[in-house]
């Protein structure tokens, strides 16, 4: 079993900042893939930023630039620093983990990031 615990949700004006962390704990060593995915009202869930074990981080367009992913495998967490926050930014943001990228995915509970004034 693998759980996933995420925090640093909140509200802020566009162009502020906020840093999401997300700590992954039970049966981990083969969770070779993190990332974190996000979920806007009436949308699908899409990926932001992930990356494989040993590899670089992978970024959705819309995000290049202003997110930056960080993962620490000895620690097993994986954070998000968003900057320059914008209102279509605004979602419920999923930390992920799996085996690998077409792996059954482990969620966590979600936690809400709302970019607007």
């Known amino acids: 079993q693998v759980r996933l615990v995420e925090s640093g949700g909140g509200s802020v004006q566009p162009g502020g900042s906020l840093r999401l962390s997300c700590l992954v704990s039970?049966?981990?060593?083969?969770?070779?893939?993190m990332g974190w995915y996000r979920q806007a009202p009436g949308k699908q869930r899409e990926l932001v930023a992930a990356s494989m074990r040993g590899g670089n981080a992978n970024y959705a367009d819309s995000v290049k630039g202003r997110f930056t992913f960080f993962r620490d495998n000895a620690k097993n967490t994986v954070s998000l620093q968003m900057n320059s926050l914008k209102p279509e930014d605004t979602a419920v943001y999923y930390c992920?983990?799996?085996?690998?990228?077409?792996?059954?995915?482990?969620w966590g509970q979600g936690t809400q990031v709302t970019g607007s004034s």
């Open positions: 039970g049966s981990i060593f083969s969770m070779n893939v």
């Open positions: 992920n983990a799996g085996a690998g990228w077409n792996s059954r995915p482990y």
